[in-house]
């Protein structure tokens, strides 16, 4: 079969696009349509219009000018396929554009087009701002121009990206504005000028433009009979018939319920034409139009019947200077895959043709044509099977150069879940593939084909037949990755080290940069500092609620395992001992200790205290002799370190797999010059006079000069010392410079760019308000201070109640954004979380315009700014502040403002001290207020705050005293009120209100299935949506994410915490009936009905074991009989479902001791406690596995073979060889022979 490239389709950019890892529906066409050059519709164009009295769309007699046809010129162009046509180019072919007129059709391309313009222009700013912090840490003598520049190219850079946010909201609101439909990046090449009969088109040379009244009162039932009427003429130019195409599919997106009138008989015929004309553009646009008519299965057996198996065929083995007919081609059969069963109706020999198109390396169609295989793997692998597909595709993964590795790779797994589709897999050996570009070492390995490879294995590692795979026979497929180690490859190495973090989930400390880079570990001693802070922000591994069950980090326990079996250890002390590179031994150091106080914390006692003497090390380093002794004795001298420096810094993890976004990250934020030790408060009077002076503050009044980081910690060591602030303040103009320089009216502070390395002004300001008000000297001389006045007289600018005006107020947007102005609002804040320094705000009437100011409905960024930086931690008037921006607020206002809360109900404000309840009131009283917020988003940020504070069993009560209704919430509200079940008070609440007996219904009826796929939701999400572990994950994205990978609440879990409810449990009988469904099933069973309904019973028989109270209703067989699905059922995800509830059975002491009987255990903390994260002792029962053999049944066969038409025979000899002649035709290797004879 020839192949090639079409020198002017958007193949290539397609296979760019497919080679990014991203999958593209059937529908998109902006794919690969519309890669038409400007010069050569220019051509066009200017025959079009020297076509003299024949313009397009006038006469419907052919003329021997052909206005409006394809030009020899573009059929000639045959571009390299090193270069990639550019698609992205959306010229129109109407004669009365220019040449080079670029035309962004639709609004999705203007968004995504300004995007990439913001996208490119915070990189310029991000560049801008790391010269200009480079800058500021020289001499300012020597940088004070190039500093000034670059300060200049920093504004300019804010002024665009303000414009081009400017310009993509009002992109975005004009989205939202009805408009006649946009046209896709295709209509470039088949777009229409006529939607009406050429007849009536007689005196014009070109239809108007239709309105968008038009479009709204046309009728496309008639539209649709004119333009098949015009497609019935002969001999028209081949644009003619591409251009009504074009229209009918226009049409079609317009009134998307057309196509399911369409008289086939009719639309069939004209279709059929046009795929059997000799112009390839023109069976371009008969196969587009096609697929944009199809509805249902129906519809393909009828267009089937049109003999289009044999035209795609066709189509697909032509050569290069087809390709937008190939392309469209391929984009036809992509479109059954969009249709319900739309599968079956793909033949065998269109299948065959597109495993041909993907055998060759160097044809553009070949990542689109794998992926389509891809996707009819899994919707039928059984056809794939027959067709030979899976040789391409396992050929695709050993390669790595196939861009969508993990796509691939999850449709192998698909297939590999399931006894009735593992069949047609030769023992998994097509998943191991992605093991071939690190383990052959002969390969010449390039970048790109190891990341390809370790993606997909990453994607492996993330499910559960991927596991089995890879941990079966001992784990040798991992053995064998791990031995790749010792390669000497860098980057495999390197890559391999990241898939391993990645897979456990670790989470690198923040200073492992610095650390890989060679620094020493005892630079990072003052975080012995910020320990007390870490207790309070921090909590424990599983405190607060002990029913919160991390998912993610009993499935990393399992790898982890996994893993260690394989030989980790020794690999990475291999490694250690091998390499030479400084940042990869310290990476493999690091994960090493990582993976050692993993082990130590997740495994059993059993498995991990054999590996903390590192047995690998240890001999080497104890041998002075030896020639590895230095490196063993640097290597555990060095892990000593680590381990010690996290201790300091954060403690041990959460377990593995948490991403810990409990942390408060404010203080990482305001805390950037953290790399100083702090000055002692004790400091004598020498000393602290030659820090002053050391700060050259008393020697200039230019602050670039002085020396800020010195600053911040006078500010907050010697300072805190009265004394010592009082000679600060009358012994020298220290203070008096200093917050002189934050005067708004000085307009220093207030006019320095709003940039990353400024913000060290805003924290030392911050730090000085703070220090200020802790004594008696500093809070007079601030409340005598003209700083706190003038900032009262910048709020009145904004606060429209005052009477005061400005031009240009400091606190307009434009000066929030570009300056530092916003920083007055941290400095108040500061001020704010002491009485003093509310004393002083409420004496400039600062809280009187505070309420005015949230008023405003043009400033939600003033209202925002103003919101998040006040402390609410003292009874005041900004906790009314705070209310009524909760109840009269914009919705934006009003969301932001309830996750302000979470801080106070969930966070370190009140829990961290274990203070009474009644200081915290006030928050809760707010969140049940925001239940009845008219707009729902609001109530379900409100919902999850309190549901995450109702861990808190004080909490929980106090909400239920508050008898919060929530029946106008239904589903939104349902955690909370399960949450109230976990309490005697709150049981007998609902009860009073008949909801116990009605959930418990709903839940046996329904529920307890459809449970099922929300904690299946949750594992995805976990995985796949979760951020990656260097990512910033911001304050207002705690809610969001702070259950994620954790099971969701369970009815029959809550039911079972209170002695009534496992009466009401035991009453009702529901346990026995689950007792019995999981007892009866049968581990071959494949039913998705069967299965859905024993995962249902599996999770709410371990919700309920997992509570002490809940786990006498355990007996010993039912959970033999969870064991033995956990071990050997023949649906591979049903194993890990079992496996999971097994942990959830295992954190209560009935259930530990009952899975130790079955051979089973799990680690347990330092009370004793289960952790949850039960494991087999034996984990080759776990990850065995059965490949049935595949025979296919004999009637089977024979309806086969029924279903495809014999190939056609004939008694005439000559007709017979023509015939077998065509049929080598087919074959890649007899194609030229075949065709020489022909010819002959």
């Given amino acids: 079969m020839a192949s090639g490239n079409s020198g002017f389709s958007a193949a290539s950019t397609q296979h760019r696009a497919l080679g990014d890892g991203r999958s593209y529906s059937s529908h998109d066409d902006g794919i690969v349509e519309g890669g038409w050059t400007e010069g050569s519709k220019s051509g066009r164009n200017a025959r079009s ?38 698609a992205d180019i959306n010229v129109t072919r109407r004669a009365s554009n220019t040449v080079g007129e670029v035309d962004i059709p639709n609004t999705e391309e203007r968004q995504a087009a300004i995007r990439d313009k913001i996208a490119k222009e915070m990189k310029i700013k991000t560049g801008t701002e790391n010269m200009l912090e480079a800058l500021l840490a020289k001499n300012p003598k020597h940088s004070k121009d190039q500093r000034l520049r670059v300060e200049s190219e920093l504004s300019s850079s804010n002024r665009k990206l303000a414009e081009l946010h400017h310009e993509l909201e009002e992109e975005m609101q004009r989205a939202q504005v009805p408009s006649s439909p946009a046209r896709s990046r295709i209509s470039t090449l088949f777009r229409g000028t006529s939607v009406r009969s050429p007849s009536r088109n007689n005196n014009t040379s070109e239809d108007p433009p239709m309105e968008e009244g038009d479009t709204e009162m046309e009728s496309p039932t008639y539209v649709l009979a004119e333009t098949l009427q015009a497609l019935e003429i002969e001999g028209m130019s081949p644009d003619f018939y591409v251009e009504r195409a074009n229209s009918l599919v226009e049409l079609f997106k317009r009134h998307p319920t057309l196509k399911y009138d369409l008289a086939w008989s009719v639309f069939g015929l004209r279709v059929q034409i046009m795929l059997l004309s000799d112009n390839k553009e023109v069976v371009a646009a008969g196969f587009r139009l096609t697929r944009y008519a199809i509805t249902d299965r129906k519809s393909l057996q009828t267009i089937r019947a049109l003999h289009t198996d044999e035209l795609v065929i066709l189509s697909l083995v032509k050569d290069s200077k087809a390709g937008i007919e190939r392309e469209q081609a391929l984009k036809f059969v992509r479109g059954f895959l969009d249709v319900k069963d739309g599968v079956y109706e793909i033949s065998r020999a269109v299948v065959r043709t597109i495993v041909a198109v993907a ?14 295989l891809a996707e009819i793997l899994v919707k039928a692998p059984e056809l794939v099977a027959y067709a030979g597909g899976l040789a391409i595709l396992h050929d695709a993964l050993a390669e790595g150069t196939f861009g969508a590795s993990e796509s691939l790779i999850a449709s192998f797994l698909h297939v590999l879940d399931t006894p009735h589709s593992r069949k047609h897999l030769r023992d998994g050996c097509e ?3 992605v093991l071939a570009p690190f383990t052959d070492s002969l390969s010449d390995s390039g970048s790109g084909r190891l990341k390809s490879s370790a993606r997909a294995i990453s994607a492996m590692l993330k499910t559960w037949p991927g596991l089995v795979i890879l941990g079966r026979h001992k784990a040798r497929p991992l053995n064998s990755l791990l031995q790749s180690l010792h390669y000497p490859d860098p980057q495999a190495r390197d890559l391999i080290m990241e898939l391993l973090f990645d897979a456990l989930r670790i989470k690198p400390p923040s200073w492992s940069s610095s650390f890989l880079a060679g620094r020493r570990l005892t630079t990072y001693g003052r975080v012995a500092n910020l320990r007390p802070e870490t207790d309070k922000l921090v909590p424990g591994p599983y405190s607060g609620d002990t029913s919160k069950f991390d998912l993610t980090a009993h499935f990393s326990t399992l790898i982890l395992a996994t893993l260690i079996e394989a030989g980790l250890l020794k690999a990475l002390s291999d490694l250690i001992e091998e390499e ?52 063993s004795t640097s290597t555990i001298y060095q892990i000593e370190s680590i381990n010690r420096t996290l201790a300091r810094s954060g403690g041990f993890s959460s377990g593995p797999g948490r991403y810990s976004v409990d942390v408060d990250i404010s203080a990482s934020i305001l805390s950037g010059d953290q790399g100083k030790d702090k000055l002692s408060p004790a400091m004598d009077e020498t000393q602290f006079r030659n820090a002053i002076l050391e700060t050259h503050v008393l020697n200039t009044v230019n602050y670039i000069k002085w020396k800020w980081d010195l600053i911040h910690r006078i500010v907050e060591g010697p300072l805190t010392n009265p004394k010592r602030l009082e000679e600060a303040i009358k012994g020298s103009k220290f203070m008096k410079r ?87 609002f941290a400095m108040l804040g500061a001020l704010s979380g002491d009485a003093n320094g509310l004393a002083m705000m409420e004496r400039w009437h600062m809280l009187n315009m505070f309420y005015h100011i949230i008023e405003l409905r043009d400033r939600n960024d003033l209202i925002q700014t103003l919101l998040g930086n006040m402390d609410y931690t003292l009874e005041s008037h900004l906790r009314v502040m705070l209310s009524k921006a909760l109840t009269t607020g914009s919705k934006e206002n009003r969301i932001f403002a309830t996750k302000l809360l979470r801080k106070y109900a969930v966070g370190n404000i009140s829990l961290s001290s274990r203070v009474e309840i009644g200081t915290a009131d006030w928050v809760v009283k707010l969140l ?37 209704s929530l029946d106008h919430l239904g589903e939104i509200g349902a955690p909370l009120l399960l949450r109230f079940l976990s309490t005697s008070v709150g049981y007998h609440y609902l009860d009073g209100l008949d909801y116990i007996t009605q959930e418990m219904d709903d839940w046996f009826l329904g529920r307890n299935d459809a449970y099922v796929g929300l904690v299946e939701a949750a594992l995805s999400r976990a995985y796949v949506d979760q951020p990656r572990r260097t990512s910033f994950i911001g304050p207002e994205d705690f809610v969001d994410l702070h259950d994620i990978g954790l099971v969701p609440p369970h009815f029959y879990r809550e039911l079972a915490r209170t002695a009534e409810g496992c009466k009401l449990l035991e009453q009702s009988g529901h346990f026995n009936e689950f007792a019995w469904t999981i007892r009866d099933f049968q581990l071959g069973e494949e039913d998705t009905e069967v299965l859905l309904k024993v995962k249902g019973c599996l999770w709410a028989v371990g919700n309920v074991g997992s509570m002490e109270l809940g786990a006498p209703f355990l007996e010993t067989d039912l959970v033999e009989h969870i064991v033995e699905i956990a071990e050997s059922a023949e649906v591979l995800t049903m194993r890990g479902t079992a496996f999971f509830v097994l942990g959830l059975i295992s954190r209560s002491r009935r259930g530990l001791e009952v899975l130790r009987d079955a051979g089973w255990d799990s680690a347990v903390d330092q009370k004793g406690e289960s952790l949850g994260l039960s494991l ?53 290797v007899l194609s030229k022979r075949a065709a020489s004879d022909l010819h002959r």
Avoid: W
């Fill in 49 to 86: 219009e020297s076509g003299g009295s024949s313009a397009r769309g006038g006469s419907l007699a052919p003329s021997f000018g052909r206005p409006g046809s394809f030009s020899s010129d573009l059929k000639s162009i045959n571009s390299s396929r090193s270069i990639t046509p550019r």
């Fill in 1176 to 1228: 087999p002792t034996n984990f080759n029962k776990l990850f065995s596995v059965e490949f049935p053999s595949h025979v296919r049944d004999a009637e089977l066969k024979r309806n086969s073979r029924e279903k495809f038409k014999a190939a056609t025979m004939d008694a005439d000899p000559v007709n017979e060889k023509i015939l077998k002649l065509m049929v080598d035709m087919g074959n890649t």
């Fill in 580 to 631: 030479t590179d400084l940042s990869l031994r310290r990476k493999a150091t690091l994960l090493l200790t990582e993976v050692l106080k993993l082990a130590n914390h997740s495994l059993p006692q059993n498995l991990s205290a054999k590996l903390q003497v590192l047995p690998h090390l240890l001999p080497a380093a104890i041998n002075f002799e030896g020639e590895n002794h230095d490196v």
């Fill in 738 to 824: 200093l917050i002189g320089f934050y005067r708004p009216f000085k307009y220093r502070f207030s006019m320095i760019p709003n940039t990353k390395p400024n913000q060290r002004y805003v924290r030392t300001g911050c730090a000085l308000m703070r220090t200020l008000v802790q004594s008696s000297e500093g809070t007079k001389y601030l409340a005598e201070n003209k700083f706190l006045r003038q900032v009262a007289e910048c709020l009145a600018q904004v606060d429209r109640m005052s009477g005061l005006t400005s031009s240009s107020p400091l606190f307009s947007r434009e000066q929030m954004f570009n300056t530092l102005s916003g920083g007055y």
């Fill in 431 to 433: 998943l191991e593939a």
């Fill in 359 to 372: 055998e060759h390396q160097e044809d553009r169609l070949r990542s689109i044509s794998i992926m389509t």
């Fill in 928 to 964: 049940v207020t925001q239940l009845y917020d008219p707009d729902v988003s609001v109530c379900q940020v409100a919902v999850k705050i309190l549901e995450e504070a109702c861990n808190h069993r004080d909490y929980l009560e106090f909400v239920v005293k508050c008898r919060p």
